[in-house]
């Protein structure tokens, strides 16, 4: 069964970089569209990021140009690189990978928290 594992989430201050990392257990990155997601308290998950098995990205107008997501096939991880983060940033952060239809699945999530 394969599997997603985040890592890569902590405190950091505003203005500050971060990157996320996700692991998957078997040969999935750069098949699928894979993207990030995040929740933040008492909100609703939403998308920051999502790449296509042909590379094209995309982005909401919140995090774009801040936020980057690439992978790297060979290692089958994707990652999410965050630039000048800011306090409504924070939230758990999810990898997610479309396997089509309603089939998809979800890593464990990262906590990502952006205080002074």
């Known amino acids: 069964q394969v599997q997603l594992v985040e890592s890569g989430g902590g405190l950091v201050q505003p203005g500050g970089s971060l990157r996320l990392s996700c692991a998957a257990s078997?040969?999935?990155?750069?098949?699928?569209?894979m993207g990030w997601y995040r929740q933040a308290p008492g909100k609703q998950r939403e998308l920051v990021a999502a790449?296509?098995?042909?590379?094209?990205?995309n982005y909401p107008d919140s995090v774009k140009g801040r936020f980057t997501i690439s992978r790297d096939n060979a290692e089958n991880t994707l990652y999410l690189q965050m630039n000048r983060l800011k306090p409504e940033d924070t939230a758990v952060y999810y990898c997610?990978?479309?396997?089509?239809?309603?089939?998809?699945?979800w890593g464990q999530g990262t906590q990502v928290t952006v205080s002074s």
């Open positions: 997610n990978v479309n396997f089509g239809g309603s089939s998809s699945l």
């Open positions: 078997a040969q999935i990155v750069g098949i699928y569209v």
């Open positions: 790449i296509t098995s042909g590379g094209a990205t």
